[in-house]
Nanobody, 130 residues
């Protein structure tokens, strides 16, 4: 069983920065994929960024140039560095893990679907004030 624990959320002013962490226990993620998603009240859970077991990354358009996903294998931890935050970034942020490395091409939007991931954390709240 894999457990994911997010941390690092908080309240920040627009233009500020936060770094989210996701610590995984129970299994190494080096052979799968880790993703960050977010969900605002009343909205769907949306893809933000993902990283493969070999370090390949992918971002949603709104995150490109502002967010950076990275992994520290020795700590089984994935990070999401968020800069130039905007009020529309306000949401509950979740990390997710897909155990199997097999799947469509890394460019495929299939990897952006919440249903493609097997394990989820409880989420960490990010609130950006204007």
């Amino acid at each position: 069983q894999v457990q994911l624990v997010e941390s690092g959320g908080g309240l920040v002013q627009a233009g500020g920065s936060l770094t989210l962490s996701c610590a995984a226990s129970g299994r190494t993620f080096s052979h799968g994929a880790m993703g960050w998603f977010r969900q605002a009240p009343g909205a769907n859970r949306d893809f933000v960024a993902r990283i493969s077991g070999i370090g390949t990354t992918y971002y949603t358009d709104s995150a490109k140039g502002r967010f950076t996903i990275s992994a520290e294998s020795a700590k089984n931890t994935v990070y999401l560095q968020m800069n130039s935050l905007k009020p529309e970034d306000t949401a509950l942020y979740y990390c997710a893990y897909r155990a199997a490395a097999q799947g469509p091409s890394w460019d495929s939007s299939w990897w952006n679907r919440p249903s493609s991931y097997d394990y989820w954390g409880q989420g960490t709240q990010v609130t950006v004030s204007s």
